[in-house]
């Protein structure tokens, strides 16, 4: 198989998000971060903007609204310092760490702020995250990582990521009580499969991105919310006309 010596595209006019869902306030470390930070390294390496965000850093409430403050709560960063960070970025990347199985309730609650936007609308009428492409990264010393990324990726396709192939990766590590990834003597930062995932996941989304966006964002055809509140439907009126179809 010939290798190819040099990446087919530049990528150095996309911006990648990636927000780190531990349970650990910096300065602590974070394993997770250990893992984010590879992949960030390549983007770096390719000129892409990369933006990091330890999310409980920040005063970001709990819910499923745009503004938490309009709903009973005395604070909320989400609308003002991380939601741009989102809306500007043409790669998420959302990481995070295992917790008796399942993603961490950081992780969950990023989830229910994004979903808080998924109404908005883009400059083509589609839904906001239309045109954007996005991953996971997993850590832990339990098993769950595929349980995990399976349910972090159903959720950002759902509200309108496009997923690449093989966009997750992770590291649990021996099952049980034992070394996190950035420990001594883990062996995760060394961990081929590990290592692979992470750089595959990487360009997968590179390459997403730059198609995207060289197509001018995803086809606006068939999937507008005005228009289809308008009446407009896209042909499925003549697909089944009689309602009693089933």
């Not at 939601?83 to 993603?103: K, S, T």
């Not at 360009?203 to 966006?213: D, F, K, T, V």
Request: overall charge negative.
């Amino acid at each position: 198989m010939e290798r190819t010596p040099t990446p087919p595209a530049r990528y150095d006019d996309l911006r990648a998000l990636y927000v780190n869902c531990t349970l650990k306030r910096s300065p602590e470390p974070s394993h997770t971060q250990g893992l984010m930070d590879r992949s960030i390294a390549i983007m770096r390496d390719q000129g892409v903007t990369v933006d990091s965000v330890r999310l409980i850093d920040h005063d970001v409430a709990t819910g499923v609204y745009p503004d938490m403050r309009q709903h009973g709560w005395a604070a909320d960063e989400w609308p003002d310092t991380i939601w741009p960070l989102v809306r500007d970025a043409d790669v998420l990347v959302v990481g995070g760490p295992l917790w008796l199985g399942e993603n961490a309730s950081v992780t969950r609650t990023f989830i229910e702020r994004l979903y808080a936007m998924s109404g908005l609308l883009n400059t083509s009428g589609q839904y906001v995250f239309y045109g954007k492409t996005a991953g996971t990264l997993i850590t832990g010393n339990e098993d769950g990582v595929k349980h995990a990324a399976m349910s972090t990726l159903y959720s950002l396709q759902h509200i309108g990521y496009v997923i690449p192939p093989a966009a997750d990766a992770g590291w649990i590590g021996e099952v049980g009580p034992g070394p996190s990834y950035l420990d001594p003597g883990s062996g995760g930062p060394e961990n081929d499969f590990t290592n692979r995932n992470t750089t595959f996941m990487t360009w997968n989304l590179l390459h997403m991105a730059r198609l995207l966006r060289d197509a001018g964002g995803y086809p606006a055809h068939g999937n507008q919310r005005a228009l289809w509140d308008g009446g407009e439907r896209f042909g499925a009126d003549r697909a089944h006309p009689n309602p009693e179809y089933r």
